[in-house]
């Protein structure tokens, strides 16, 4: 069975396989694993996101990630980092994929929780990506 983080790994390789840059189409390149807030980055111009990767069809509720270096973003005055999502999906009628870019991620857009004692990371703070379904975004890549 493949890890929820060997899905996210594989979906950001997808991702700059198949997209580029948003700003200036220009290639994407990967950022080193476990690098703070964001997955990739552009070769020409500044431009920097988090990638989320998603075996569903697009919906308005996805795992975010650990709460603490958000928390401290934001309290810093910056911005919630832009978001590309990779939703991939099989129905009756085949296999499907969107890649859709959410250029402004507000606040109120994370929702943030902890994790039970009982769990792996018990009382771990996270958070969630939610109300993407009315979110402005850009759908990027579609098959």
């Known amino acids: 069975m493949v890890s929820n983080r060997q899905s996210?790994?594989?979906?950001?390789?997808?991702?700059?396989?198949?997209?580029?840059?948003?700003?200036?189409?220009?290639?994407?390149m990967l950022l080193p694993p476990d690098y703070p807030l964001f997955d990739v980055q552009c070769t020409g111009c500044s431009f920097r996101a988090q990638v989320k990767t998603n075996k569903s069809k697009p919906k308005k509720e996805i795992f975010g990630a650990g709460w603490q270096i958000m928390e401290k973003v934001l309290k810093s005055g910056f911005i919630t980092p832009p978001l590309i999502t990779n939703f991939k999906w099989k129905d009756k009628t085949g296999t499907h994929q969107e890649i859709r870019f959410y250029p402004f991620v507000t606040k109120k857009n994370l929702k943030k929780y902890k994790l039970p004692a009982h769990a792996r990371r018990a009382n771990y703070w996270m958070f969630n990506y939610v109300g993407l379904d009315i979110l402005p975004h850009f759908v990027i890549y579609k098959k």
Do not use: A, S
């Not at 594989?10 to 997209?19: P, Q, S, W, Y």
């Open 8 to 28: 996210g790994d594989e979906g950001e390789k997808e991702v700059i396989k198949l997209i580029l840059c948003p700003n200036c189409d220009k290639k994407l």
